[in-house]
T-cell receptor, first 113, second 113 residues
Framework: AQSVTQLDSQVPVFEEAPVELRCNYS??????LFWYVQYPNQGLQLLLK??????LVESINGFEAEFNKSQTSFHLRKPSVHISDTAEYFC???????????FGSGTRLQVQP | KAGVTQTPRYLIKTRGQQVTLSCSPI?????VSWYQQTPGQGLQFLFE???????NKGNFPGRFSGRQFSNSRSEMNVSTLELGDSALYLC????????????FGEGSRLTVL
């Protein structure tokens, strides 16, 4: 069975500071990995995904994540955050056998001025 | 292109009643998934439909059911409501089954009194 662990429930950070949101997955088979973002009172939006190939994946708004198979991690990073990045971030995985997504418990990123 | 539309957005029911939630996927998307989101349990997978057939099912009791119509629209039903069913119910669509690349609606917030 798959599981996804997000180690931090809340991450407060000042504007323009770097941030890392941690995610570890557990699976006995190959996985696809995702980060989703949820802004207040909205549904989830896909931020970035790792399916295969390059282990470093980037989003259009400056976030990046690196797939590390040996450490079973898929941490999300941004070198300089903005107030508008305040949201809840969910890491998710699915195995390549086309099963449903398993989500982590979420990390609330709070960007302060 | 219109996004995923969920109705109703908010509803209040009492214990023992039943509820039906509706989801219209993005045009051309044939896969529809449902998730329950609560503060305590996070995001939990309910079921996934593709071409009117249930392809994946989560660990929820039989009170939770769903269906998909020939136009890919989906409904989920919860019978004999319990207080613990209070949650945000999220629908997501995708062009294919089990890819993890989901497009979410804004959700239906159910309160059970």
């Amino acid at each position: 069975a798959q599981s996804v662990t997000q180690l931090d429930s809340q991450v407060p950070v000042f504007e323009e500071a770097p941030v890392e949101l941690r995610c570890n997955y557990s699976s006995s088979v190959s996985v696809y990995l995702f980060w989703y973002v949820q802004y207040p009172n909205q549904g989830l939006q896909l931020l970035l995904k790792y399916l295969s190939g390059s282990t470093l994946v980037e989003s259009i708004n400056g976030f990046e994540a690196e797939f590390n198979k040996s450490q079973t991690s898929f941490h999300l990073r941004k070198p300089s955050v903005h107030i508008s990045d305040t949201a809840e971030y969910f890491c998710a995985s699915t195995d390549t056998g086309r099963r449903a997504l398993t989500f982590g418990s979420g990390t609330r990123l709070q960007v302060q001025p | 292109k219109a996004g995923v539309t969920q109705t109703p957005r908010y509803l209040i029911k009492t214990r023992g009643q039943q509820v039906t939630l509706s989801c219209s996927p993005i045009s051309g998307h044939r896969s529809v998934s449902w998730y329950q989101q609560t503060p305590g349990q996070g995001l939990q997978f309910l079921f996934e439909y593709f071409s009117e057939t249930q392809r994946n099912k989560g660990n929820f009791p039989g009170r939770f059911s769903g269906r998909q119509f020939s136009n890919s629209r989906s409904e989920m039903n919860v019978s004999t409501l319990e207080l613990g069913d209070s949650a945000l119910y999220l629908c997501a669509s995708s062009p294919r089954v089990g890819t993890g690349e989901l497009f979410f609606g804004e959700g239906s917030r159910l309160t059970v009194l």
